[in-house]
Nanobody, 118 residues
Framework: QVQVVESGGGLVQPGGSLRLSCAAS?????????MGWYRQAPGKQRELVAL???????TYAGFAKGRFAISRDNARNAVYLEMSNLERKDAAVYYC???????????WGQGTQVTVSS
């Protein structure tokens, strides 16, 4: 079993920046292949924001390109999301997902709320 915990959400004004953090841990040492961020706004489906594999290869949703940056710390099984120039439509619950190497089991965090409002 792997626990995934996000942090860093909060209230930010339009145009502002926010940094989300996520760490994955288990009762035994786990090797995480892909870690990434998804988001879900009220009334909408959960959507991909950005992914990073253990080789730091990244994938971004179109809306995230140029504004968001994902980074990994493999030693800590951690992933970060730097968000800048935030817009009201970026408001959502942001979820972290960790995919274990090998069997490919996926684990989700509880989510962290991002509110963009003046």
């Amino acid at each position: 079993q792997v626990q995934v915990v996000e942090s860093g959400g909060g209230l930010v004004q339009p145009g502002g920046s926010l940094r989300l953090s996520c760490a994955a841990s288990g009762s035994r040492r786990v090797i995480i292949d892909v870690m990434g961020w998804y988001r879900q706004a009220p009334g909408k489906q959960r959507e991909l924001v950005a992914l990073s594999n253990s080789g730091h290869r990244t994938t971004y949703a179109g809306f995230a390109k140029g504004r968001f940056a994902i980074s990994r710390d493999n030693a800590r099984n951690a992933v970060y999301l730097e968000m800048s120039n935030l817009e009201r439509k970026d408001a959502a619950v942001y979820y972290c997902k960790a995919k274990v190497a090998g069997r490919g089991h996926e684990f989700w965090g509880q989510g962290t709320q991002v509110t963009v409002s003046s």
